[in-house]
């Protein structure tokens, strides 16, 4: 008997009493996370088109008048009426972007002594180090408020920098604090338009800006990350604020009440998600969040593939983190009503950051190809056809302009689905890389010089990189969907072939480095 025949009687052996009930039971599963995701994607969609017919704007819902207009009385004092304000700016050696971010706080419009910037600086490189003191300085001579702040170690990464510059002496004159990324580029009058739901409802602790991403149009993962993001601002974010007052503060683009902070315990660098970890704790105490659509705030897309996957870990695996170390919490929470606890742990949480993760990667990358070799295995078309279908149509309505690329974009998430499921289950069960924090690369302008000398780098010459550009996990999938899909054609039902040829062909794209900005070292 030759090898094949050994597989083959192998085979025979474990397929009816091991194989075809683990797929089954896997199809099952997947079947109802898919009609969980379905019902979930199917309420945002109905709550945020019945926002839109109401013209439920925050504006209407809470009490809004523009700040300076009715509280400019001399006699009251001028400019004591303004509230205090700390601009904050952590940043790690941002030397593509230290000058915008900077130069952004600075020119936000603000009587100037109720502004104080401070720039949290945690470089360790001397050279960005003395970029940065030095634009600090410079804005300083123009008279602006501007307080360099940097410390001897990294200890909590972005959480230990806010939570140190929080304990600076002149801090304590302060009422709220905005807090800014290194690559974020706030327009003049951002906090007129944030502050006066700060000032005329005492009950809100945040409020939080949209992204405008000003390299969406760099390359087509660029393009992707806008589809995904949008969606997440313009339904997720507008659906938790309008109906809960609750959703996960996005760590930058927003400006806090210094006192719900404190009261919510300040800043904790437990998970890698330290501003969801933030905003869960204060909307335990009963603090309410207000989402502005409509307040767009610049900032810079991730666009080599390297920076998007370590951020993608950071992202999947801090809310499941999260979601372990205070799922108790928030089950014997007394202050908040049991329709919200439902909303957290439910929607927020497990609907959002797992299901969503783990459905996909598992789904549509493992269990529909492994299908194929078990034909008595039937999938109702519902579950592979019609429900995905409807929720890849929801998601593509946040970003019109790249409707026509929606083939793409469920092909590239689920490539990424595997990272995301990996990091989910490394933050459930607090696995090794639980903690892990890699600051997203930003390239500024960079870009504008790579492109004009591209040619003369010789980029897929040097050994180095080219090791650095190939994925062996993105590539051992391709191989097993290729695997699948040519099977299915010779031996199977023909079912899944052209979509299993397509996300072989994503896998195989991604594994060799073939996506995102290439940017030699």
Request: with cysteine.
């Amino acid at each position: 008997m030759d090898a094949a025949e050994q597989i083959a009687a192998m085979w025979r052996q474990v397929r009816g009493p091991v194989i075809v009930p683990l797929l089954r039971a896997s199809v099952a599963v997947c079947l109802a996370m898919c009609v969980i995701l379905f019902v979930e994607k199917v309420y945002m969609a109905v709550v945020i088109t019945a926002v839109r017919l109401l013209g439920r704007r925050p504006e209407r819902q809470w009490r809004w008048e523009p700040v300076g207009e009715e509280d400019d009385d001399p006699e009251l004092g001028g400019n004591a009426a303004y509230p205090m304000v700390l601009v904050q700016i952590p940043m790690y050696n941002e030397r593509e972007v230290y000058q915008l971010s900077i130069g952004a706080a600075c020119g936000l419009s603000w009587p100037s002594d109720r502004i104080v910037i401070q720039v949290l600086d945690d470089s360790t490189d001397p050279v960005i180090k003395e970029l940065v003191q030095m634009e600090c300085q410079r804005w300083a001579r123009k008279g602006v408020n501007i307080k360099y702040e940097i410390r001897d170690n990294r200890r909590g990464y972005k959480a230990g920098a806010l939570k140190e510059g929080m304990k600076h002496g002149y801090v304590r004159d302060c009422d709220f604090v905005a807090i800014f990324d290194a690559d974020f580029q706030p327009e003049a009058d951002f906090l007129h338009r944030a502050m006066p739901f700060f000032i005329h409802n005492p009950e809100i602790a945040l409020v939080q800006g949209r992204w405008r991403f000003v390299n969406a149009d760099e390359c087509l993962m660029t393009r992707m990350q806008e589809m995904s993001l949008d969606y997440h601002f313009k339904v997720e974010q507008e659906v938790g604020s309008s109906t809960y007052a609750f959703f996960g503060f996005n760590g930058t683009a927003g400006v806090w009440r210094i006192s719900a902070l404190n009261e919510a315990g300040g800043w904790k660098d437990r998970t890698t998600v330290e501003d969801m970890d933030l905003a869960v704790r204060a909307s335990l105490k009963g603090w309410k969040f207000v989402y502005l659509g409509d307040l767009m705030v610049k900032s810079e897309l991730p666009s080599t593939f390297k920076a998007f996957r370590y951020q993608q870990h950071r992202w999947s695996c801090g809310p499941a983190n999260l979601f372990r170390k205070m799922f108790m919490e928030i089950v014997r929470n007394k202050k908040v009503t049991l329709r919200k606890k439902i909303y957290v742990i439910y929607n927020f949480f497990f609907v959002r950051k797992i299901i969503g993760h783990i459905l996909t990667s598992v789904f549509y990358c493992l269990v529909i190809p492994a299908t194929v070799f078990v034909p008595e295995i039937e999938i109702p078309r519902w579950g592979y056809v019609y429900i995905p279908s409807i929720i890849t149509l929801l998601n593509a309505v946040g970003t019109p302009r790249s409707v026509h690329l929606v083939i793409f974009w469920v092909l590239f998430e689920n490539v990424m689905s595997i990272h995301r499921t990996k990091a989910t289950f490394i933050g459930l069960l607090e696995a090794g890389r639980v903690n892990e924090w890699v600051v997203t690369e930003k390239l500024g302008d960079i870009l504008k010089v790579k492109l004009q000398s591209k040619a003369s780098k010789k980029l897929r010459t040097k050994i180095r990189e080219i090791r650095e550009r190939l994925h062996l996990l993105e590539l051992g999938v391709a191989a097993y969907i290729f695997f699948c899909g040519c099977y299915d054609i010779f031996f199977g039902k023909g079912h899944y072939y052209i979509f299993l040829f397509m996300q072989s062909i994503a896998f195989f794209i991604v594994g060799v480095g073939y996506v995102g900005t290439l940017v030699s070292h």
